[in-house]
């Protein structure tokens, strides 16, 4: 984990938005690397746009004409001399099209290879894949399904609840649970349509659900020469509508056991499928037993937890493996040290079932103090658009134990000063998360939310989420 005066690459672009941009270009910046932002329309006085070196505009505000449209960003990199491509998280991250155009126009996609991503792109393909490897997953159908019958066939089969999965789900959507057989050929119909419409693929396949479990992941780090590394695992089990709002590492209420074995797996399913690159491997925990859920080809939102108690830049180190290069560090050199928690700040209402909230900031003060970090595009004055994910700012605090790190977090979310008109956000529940007895006690699962959290003597009214694939 020595640094390296050398550059990977002169020039990098940063296909993306947001407060992951900005994080992107600073990691870049020490390295002494040129960047390139595109941005729409809508993102012209962003945060990430003044960091840059370069920044181009793409498109209008929709994100199809802008930041999915791959024409557009490819022209931007040619133009601009840059060599490779970092897409962050969203958007066209684990797109193996725009990987493969990337190719063939000579720029390296900053991900893992186009043909890996496709198939851990697939749920239903994935989850045979890490089956065959030898991880353990939930009972269910090895392929999609196809018609009603083979749904009913196989909802006798794997018995209630149940999880209809889109195969080419992400992001908390295409998915349903299911608790009566009855419910069945409905749920199945409307989830393929679904799918169809967001992702262009109404396939789904059945899972059994396991109910009130904790949501764990493990990061992994992989290079071209066979090399593949745990970065320790974190809880993601704080989440509404399938995607997170609090994560940490190590996650609590997870035995040494169980970490370990999560850990073996994670690198052994990497290997397996030829991963290459920063990626994670997300399984459902329920006491000493484990089952996969599914890969996340990329970096994650949660990832500056695990920077926090490694010291490990993971955007520095998908960047020199983009390169080609063998990582610098074996496991035994991974050695995490403390406890760090991460609050995502979104701009939504979560009185109103996590309704978005847009609208112009008036104040916007991040918390300060030591072993404290804020990740931000937002400031005073900043726009809050409708067109985009609600994220505002992640809130990252590190302790020598888990309760300094809670305590500190809680001092932090105090401290933090929001104010916009019309802009809601969700700092008071996640400050009420905190104080939750479950919580606390490390002892909460993914049912957390739906079980209902005080907000000012005010339950929330969410809708937390069954287990399954977040958005992280």
Not at 211 to 228: C, F, I, M, P, T
Request: charged content about 25%.
């Amino acid at each position: 984990m020595t640094g390296d005066t050398r550059r990977p690459f002169d020039t990098v672009l940063v296909a993306n938005r947001g407060e992951i941009a900005l994080r992107i270009v600073r990691t870049c910046r020490e390295m002494g690397i040129r960047t390139v932002v595109v941005h729409s329309s809508v993102d012209r006085d962003s945060a990430a746009v003044r960091a840059a070196d370069v920044a181009t505009q793409i498109g209008p505000g929709p994100a199809k004409r802008s930041y999915l449209y791959p024409p557009a960003i490819i022209e931007a990199a040619l133009r601009t001399g840059a060599q490779a491509v970092h897409p962050g998280y969203g958007f066209l991250s684990e797109d193996p099209d725009f990987a493969e155009i990337c190719a063939a126009n000579g720029l390296v996609f900053v991900g893992a290879r186009p043909e890996v991503m496709a198939r851990l792109g697939d749920k239903a393909l994935a989850r045979s894949m890490m089956a065959d490897a030898g991880l353990p997953v939930l009972p269910g159908t090895p392929e999609p399904v196809g018609t009603v019958a083979d749904v009913v066939e196989a909802g006798r089969r794997i018995g209630f609840p149940l999880i209809i999965k889109a195969v080419a789900g992400g992001g908390g959507r295409g998915m349903a649970v299911v608790r009566r057989m009855e419910d069945l050929a409905s749920a199945y119909r409307a989830t393929g349509a679904a799918a169809r419409a967001v992702f262009g693929d109404g396939r789904v396949y059945l899972e059994r659900l396991m109910e009130r479990a904790k949501h764990v992941e493990v990061q992994v780090l992989a290079d071209e020469h066979g090399s593949v590394v745990a970065l320790g695992d974190r809880d993601c089990s704080v989440q509404r509508r399938h995607q997170k709002l609090i994560e940490e590492t190590p996650a609590p209420g997870v035995s040494p056991g169980v970490s370990a074995r999560l850990a073996e797996a994670a690198v052994a399913g990497a290997k397996a499928a030829g991963f290459t690159g920063a990626g994670t491997f997300e399984f459902l925990v329920a006491g000493e037993e484990f089952a996969f859920i599914e890969v996340n080809s990329r970096i994650q939102v949660e990832h500056p937890v695990t920077e926090a108690v490694t010291g490990i830049d993971i955007v520095r180190e998908q960047l020199w493996i983009a390169a080609g290069r063998p990582l610098s560090f074996s496991q035994e050199d991974v050695r995490p040290r403390g406890v760090a928690v991460e609050c995502r700040i979104n701009a939504e209402d979560p009185e109103r079932d996590f309704a978005p909230s847009a609208g112009t900031l008036s104040e916007f003060v991040p918390p300060g103090g030591p072993f404290l970090r804020v990740d931000t595009h937002a400031y005073a004055g900043y726009a809050v658009p409708p067109d985009y994910d609600s994220l505002l700012a992640k809130v990252i605090a590190w302790g020598p134990d888990r309760e300094q790190a809670i305590a500190r977090m809680e001092r932090a979310l105090a401290e933090f000063r929001i104010e916009g008109r019309g802009v809601r956000t969700t700092k008071a529940l996640l400050r009420a998360v905190l104080a939750e007895p479950a919580f606390r006690a490390g002892s909460h699962t993914t049912s957390l939310l739906t079980e209902g959290v005080s907000m000012n003597g005010t339950p929330a009214r969410s809708a937390g989420s069954p287990p399954g694939a977040s958005r992280g």
